[in-house]
């Protein structure tokens, strides 16, 4: 399965965006997916994760209350993003697994950059 992240863009303190994740290929079977975020300097950072049909989320603690992820059918996964904050400038990666390390993936896709302005 191939995973494409769109989306990103430049952003204020306190806007919203919403990323879009695709996989194409072998999507006949739905996957766990995830999202990542890697600052420069930084190591991957585990963002959302949701199971195959969307009844269960899991969320860093630093996006907590503010993210959500979400399923919009079985080749597409978003994550709404809210309030953002400088800190969160990074690459945005999804991928598919479950858990929250990045060891626990496969099948990552191209990152997005979001970049948020102070």
């Known amino acids: 399965v191939q995973l494409q992240a769109s989306g990103g863009g430049l952003v204020q303190t306190g806007g919203s965006l919403r990323l879009s994740c695709l996989a194409s290929?072998?999507?006949?079977?739905?996957?766990?997916m995830g999202w990542f975020r890697q600052a420069p300097g930084k190591e991957r950072e585990f963002v959302a994760a949701?199971?195959?049909?969307?009844?269960?989320t899991d969320y860093g603690d630093s996006v907590k209350g503010r993210f959500r992820i979400s399923r919009g059918n079985a080749n597409t996964v978003y994550l709404q993003m809210n309030s953002l904050k400088p800190e969160d400038t990074a690459v945005y990666y999804c991928?598919?697994?479950?858990?929250?390390?990045?060891?626990?993936?496969?099948?990552w896709g191209q990152g997005t950059l979001v970049t948020v302005s102070s």
């Open positions: 991928a598919t697994g479950w858990g929250n390390s990045a060891n626990d993936y496969d099948n």
């Open positions: 290929g072998r999507t006949f079977s739905i996957y766990p």
């Open positions: 949701i199971t195959r049909y969307g009844g269960t």
